[in-house]
């Protein structure tokens, strides 16, 4: 009886697990889907066999997916795998075992079909190798590189656009050795005509490359040559050759060079430019620091190529962060993508073009007085924004705006200079009179629109009692006391200076299970929001000012900001009490959802044509104090909505019940529709960085003692630890309910 073919897919993206179960549909019998590695564990339990696994290196579920394949070897035996990612992923050569692949997303769908018929086929049928080598392109293989992988350790192949297949041999199924290559390639030495090869750099199942010298100028090069499996087969010459052609017709200063196309030997070979410069890719992973001038040059090479390319006639595969090399004299070179002619990109295919060009330049905007103008065209970039960036001719008019007198006639042209003189004569003569009118007219203009920093700074006391924690029985707490507001862009910009001036409080303010890698607190994109912020612009297409919640920080920062302002965050306790209430309501205001009264994610989630939201005004952050009506009990704002926050508690991680980690509480712009019960939790990596979380800190005290400018550098007191909080005050009284507070709940809501 023929065995089921079944087929698992792991990845935290819904829509990405739609894409490779739409592709591989017609292969399989059956699919098992899931979100992350614990869940595929489970889901696997009882399973004899595996036709092949699909599995995303991003995110949390990628940290783990080499892990469940070694368990599921072990369990049900050897299979074909096949890891994805839209990063860079060197790191992980050393895991790939035979027949598996490491495939940039979006995945092809024929290389990914050519791919499970290959490995889950005992006789795979046979291709179509000029359709192969048209398409053939790995990263900037053909553009040699000082970081090229050498050939005692060659890497696996990773495939853009292709297929490349190396043969797959018997193997235990355990071992992890490289693959073995086919013994194809030339001995370092051997002379092509004018050329001699020098070492090998990468080769594949079908092509070898190498530097070699063209020994008649002292020229070195990159050599690439089709294996001899492939000479007396007319498709691969020709194909190898139209490859070759289509690549030497490119004639662009961004564009590496092909130099010519030979036989010699018997073996066909084409000489391509060799590229001696780290990738954008290679600068990320070594943490260096671009000036702006460059990422303005990547971005108009990058431009210029791909227009020069469309009105070529050319079809290419798409730029990548490793595609993109810097040359000495932060020139941008980029390496030659020309699969052929015809086929320019599709619209999807531009949109995903601006997506890669933002994610390559995106880590190197981190750095303090980045140019907003490119923070700001780079956020544009392959979004859905009104004003994204996300075609071809979008990112020329945006590097490039049209001059308005383009295209005018002499006589237009002679006018509009008429008009100019006269208009300047008038200008000189009315300047003194207009000087002071715009300088007030200016001065008004800025004062009313720069947005107010507001004292936010204000501590809520809450008594001394029990509440009913997760509605599984009362507990009760001493009196503490929890900022009224998250914590606000302007008061982190404090800490962050004062940090900068004082570098010695960073070490007082650590977490003690901090990694030795986290030396910053500095938020993520902050050089891009902080500025934006202080000018009430837009961030992500939402409106910023000073008084909006920080967001982008880590678990460790909020770790920091509380223990430098003299507090702490609050424990998982502390934080529900502050929302619930004595009566353990539903929602901080009472028992009855309102969804006006919070920032939701109703509004983030609303159609782009309500530019501001209808529900509750807001699509993405606002101020920690404009919405009033998100008010618990205690007078404490903000806890239903705006952004999720951090606290001080660990538990165990849900999908990994082995890993404790932080729990956040509250819901957020971003968050789906039940968020906001006050009963709701969440574990998270202490590590997460994101948009819709932020923070608030608790005290045991009015007036925790600040570390800041003005006050001496101390090691912080011990507050409250994570699971235990100690009284260091007599209870007080509640406060009295306001007049138009909502109707306490007869009883405590069910379990939710």
């Given at each position: 009886m023929q065995k089921e073919v079944v087929l698992l897919v792991i990845d935290e993206s819904a829509e990405d697990r739609a894409t490779i179960c739409s592709i591989l549909e017609s292969r399989v019998d059956r699919v098992i889907e899931a979100s992350s590695a614990s869940e595929a564990w489970e889901a696997t339990r009882g399973l004899g066999h595996l036709a092949m696994l699909v599995a995303n290196l991003e995110g949390e579920s990628g940290k783990e997916a080499f892990d469940l394949r070694d368990h599921l070897h072990g369990e049900i035996g050897f299979f074909p795998s096949v890891f994805c990612s839209h990063e860079d992923m060197t790191p992980y050569y050393g895991r790939i075992v035979e027949k598996e692949r490491l495939f940039f997303k979006p995945v092809?769908?024929?290389?990914?079909?050519?791919?499970?018929?290959?490995?889950?086929?005992?006789?795979?049928?046979?291709?179509?190798?000029?359709?192969?080598?048209?398409?053939?392109?790995?990263?900037?293989?053909?553009?040699?590189?000082?970081?090229?992988?050498?050939?005692?350790?060659?890497?696996?192949?990773?495939?853009?656009e292709p297929s490349q297949e190396i043969p797959a041999e018997p193997r235990p199924m355990h071992e992890s050795a490289p693959i073995k290559l086919p013994e194809e390639a030339l001995p370092v030495g051997t002379r092509l005509g004018d050329y001699?090869?020098?070492?090998?750099?990468?080769?594949?199942?079908?092509?070898?490359?190498?530097?070699?010298?063209?020994?008649?100028?002292?020229?070195?090069?990159?050599?690439?040559?089709?294996?001899?499996?492939h000479r007396k087969d007319i498709n691969w010459v020709q194909g190898f050759v139209n490859e070759a052609s289509a690549r030497a017709s490119v004639n662009h200063p961004s564009i590496s060079l092909v130099y010519e196309c030979d036989q010699e030997l018997g073996v066909n070979f084409y000489t391509l430019e060799l590229v001696d410069a780290p990738s954008l890719s290679d600068l990320a992973r070594r943490r260096s620091d671009l000036d702006d001038s460059v990422l303005w040059k990547v971005l108009s090479a990058a431009s210029s190529v791909l227009?020069?390319?469309?009105?070529?006639?050319?079809?290419?595969?798409?730029?990548?962060?490793?595609?993109?090399?810097?040359?000495?004299?932060?020139?941008?070179?980029?390496?030659?993508?020309?699969?052929?002619?015809?086929?320019?990109?599709?619209?999807e295919e531009e949109r995903k073009q601006m997506e890669l060009l933002a994610d390559a330049i995106s880590p190197f905007l981190k750095k303090s007085g980045t140019d907003p103008a490119l923070f700001s065209m780079v956020d544009r970039m392959g979004t859905d924004r009104i004003d994204a960036i996300n075609s071809i001719e979008g990112l020329n008019k945006a590097l490039h705006p049209p001059d308005p007198k383009e295209g005018l006639s002499s006589a237009e042209l002679a006018k509009i200079t008429a008009k100019e003189t006269d208009r300047t004569a008038l200008v000189v003569g009315s300047l003194i009179g207009l000087l002071i009118v715009a300088g007030a007219i200016i001065t008004f203009l800025v004062m009313g629109t720069k947005p107010e920093v507001r004292d936010l700074d204000v501590m809520t006391k809450i008594p001394a009692g029990q509440f009913p924690f997760q509605n599984s029985g009362e507990i009760e707490l001493p009196e503490f006391w929890i900022g009224r507001f998250e914590v606000t862009i302007s008061e982190y910009a404090e800490f962050l200076a004062d940090l900068a001036a004082n570098p010695q409080k960073a070490k007082l303010v650590r977490h003690p299970d901090q990694p030795a890698e986290k030396v910053s607190y500095v938020p993520d994109k902050w050089n891009q929001y902080y500025g934006v912020a202080l000018k009430g612009g837009k961030f992500f297409g939402g409106v910023i000012d000073p008084n909006c919640p920080v967001v982008g920080v880590d678990w460790w920062d909020a770790h920091a900001y509380a223990t430098w302002r003299g507090g702490r965050l609050p424990t998982e306790q502390e934080w529900e009490k502050a929302a619930r209430g004595r009566s353990g309501s539903v929602y901080p205001w009472g028992d009855k959802i309102e969804n006006s009264y919070f920032n939701s994610g109703l509004d983030h989630e609303a159609s782009d044509t309500v530019a501001t939201g209808s529900i509750d005004g807001h699509k993405?952050?606002?101020?920690?104090?404009?919405?009033?009506?998100?008010?618990?009990?205690?007078?404490?704002?903000?806890?239903?909505?705006?952004?999720?926050?951090?606290?001080?508690?660990?538990?165990?991680?849900?999908?990994?019940?082995?890993?404790?980690?932080?729990?956040?509480?509250?819901?957020?712009?971003?968050?789906?529709?039940?968020?906001?019960?006050?009963?709701?939790?969440?574990?998270?990596?202490?590590?997460?960085?994101?948009f819709w979380t932020g923070f608030r800190i608790a005290s045991d005290t009015e007036n925790p003692k600040s570390m800041g400018p003005t006050s001496p550098v101390v090691a912080p007191t011990a507050g409250a630890n994570e699971e235990t909080i100690l009284p260091t005050a007599k209870p007080a009284e509640a406060p009295a309910k306001p007049a138009d507070a909502p109707a306490k709940p007869a009883d405590a809501p069910a379990k939710l």
């Open positions: 092809n769908r024929g290389v990914l079909l050519e791919w499970f018929d290959e490995v889950t086929r005992e006789e795979p049928e046979t291709k179509n190798p000029e359709s192969r080598i048209e398409q053939s392109e790995v990263g900037a293989a053909d553009n040699l590189s000082a970081h090229s992988v050498p050939v005692s350790s060659p890497p696996p192949e990773i495939l853009t001699k090869l020098l070492r090998e750099i990468q080769r594949d199942a079908d092509f070898a490359l190498y530097e070699a010298e063209q020994t008649s100028i002292g020229r070195h090069v990159a050599l690439k040559t089709l294996y001899r499996k227009l020069y390319l469309r009105d070529s006639g050319m079809s290419h595969r798409l730029f990548t962060s490793q595609s993109i090399l810097i040359v000495k004299g932060a020139e941008p070179r980029i390496a030659n993508p020309v699969r052929g002619r015809g086929n320019p990109l599709s619209v993405f952050w606002c101020p920690v104090d404009a919405m009033m009506s998100d008010e618990s009990r205690y007078g404490v704002i903000g806890l239903a909505g705006n952004v999720s926050e951090w606290t001080a508690t660990r538990d165990a991680h849900p999908d990994f019940p082995d890993r404790k980690v932080p729990l956040k509480r509250g819901a957020s712009f971003a968050t789906a529709s039940g968020f906001e019960l006050t009963a709701r939790r969440a574990a998270e990596s202490p590590g997460e960085k994101n």
